[in-house]
């Protein structure tokens, strides 16, 4: 009967969601109440056994509302406040340009340091427009 009530819950928390990482998280409790193996959870969702137990210690100890997410993942800041004005002074200073350069390294920006890709590559781009203008 409780099993019956969470999946219940579970189910109509899964026709809400508007987030695809909220839906996963749902998705994997579904699984789990269904009796589906940790491991083989990982294997469907794609995600590594210990996401999948995070995720299950979560529902465990807090409900539903244990899953929401307080922050988005990996969003830390990777630049210093100096790197990022710089940035901010390096794009603001070559906007014509700018297409070119992302262009360039558009494959770098998909993983998740790209924006740190990016200031490295403009800071370059930057120095060696500057060292041709002196030329």
């Known amino acids: ?11 109509t928390a899964m026709k809400k969601a508007k987030d695809r990482r909220m839906y996963e998280r ?4 579904y699984l789990y109440l269904q009796g589906t193996e940790v491991e083989q959870i990982a294997h469907i969702i794609n995600r590594n056994i210990k996401t999948v137990k995070g995720y299950i210690k ?7 509302p244990g899953l929401q997410m307080n922050h988005s993942p990996d969003a830390s800041v990777r630049l210093t406040k100096e790197q990022q004005e ?3 002074q ?40 500057e060292k041709l203008k002196r030329a």
């Open 1 to 11: 009967m409780e099993n019956t009530v969470a999946f219940q819950e579970i189910e």
């Open 26 to 29: 749902y998705q994997t409790l």
């Open 58 to 64: 979560a529902y465990t100890t807090g409900g539903l």
């Open 86 to 88: 710089k940035l901010k």
């Open 90 to 129: 390096i794009i603001v200073g070559s906007i014509p340009q700018m297409q070119y350069h992302v262009a360039r390294i558009k494959p770098q920006l998909s993983n998740n340091r790209g924006i740190v890709a990016l200031y490295n590559y403009l800071q370059v781009t930057s120095s060696n427009d």
